[in-house]
């Protein structure tokens, strides 16, 4: 199973994608477009505290599922992405993350503004993340 965490890199303006590479999560890569399958998000509470006690930027939210595809996908020390393959489909509900918020942190539909826990598929573009 390639069991992949998504998120947005600040630095490049693209999708950086992390796998288990010999036990540990490393970045396999960066994408203009990503398709995960079986969505669902993680926030390290730990590294939250810690970017809110200071003046630092680090990466702990991350949405994870099973990479099925990718686009302009650049490969980050020469490793490889493992892909699913499989179908990729319309994904039309946007998703936005709000990491300061302390009532309302964490991921959540940008319409309803009711919190994403999960879908069975999202498309990650330029434009943000999309779900089904």
């Known amino acids: 199973m390639a069991t992949s965490?998504?998120?947005k890199n600040l630095n490049n303006g693209l999708w950086s994608?992390?796998?288990k590479v010999n036990g540990?999560?490393?970045?396999?890569?960066?994408?203009r477009e990503v398709w995960l399958g079986g969505v669902s998000c993680t926030?390290?509470?730990?590294?939250?505290?810690?970017?809110?006690s200071g003046n630092h930027r680090e990466v702990f939210a991350y949405m994870v599922g099973d990479l099925l595809h990718t686009?302009?996908?650049q490969s980050y020390q020469?490793?490889?992405?493992?892909?699913?393959?499989?179908?990729?489909?319309?994904?039309?509900?946007?998703?936005?993350?709000?990491p300061f918020e302390v009532e309302k942190r964490?991921?959540?539909y940008v319409d309803s503004g009711l919190p994403f826990e999960g879908s069975p598929f999202a498309y990650f573009s330029s434009e943000?993340?999309?779900?089904?």
Not at 24 to 31: A, F, N, Q, R
Not at 128 to 132: E, K, P, S, T
């Open 5 to 7: 965490r998504v998120y």
């Open 17 to 19: 994608i992390k796998q």
């Open 24 to 31: 540990k999560w490393v970045v396999v890569g960066h994408s």
């Open 43 to 52: 926030i390290s509470e730990a590294r939250w505290n810690h970017v809110r």
């Open 71 to 73: 686009s302009g996908f």
């Open 78 to 98: 020469d490793r490889v992405a493992t892909l699913e393959g499989g179908e990729v489909p319309q994904c039309s509900n946007r998703v936005t993350f709000r």
């Open 106 to 108: 964490g991921f959540h």
């Open 128 to 132: 943000g993340v999309r779900v089904q």
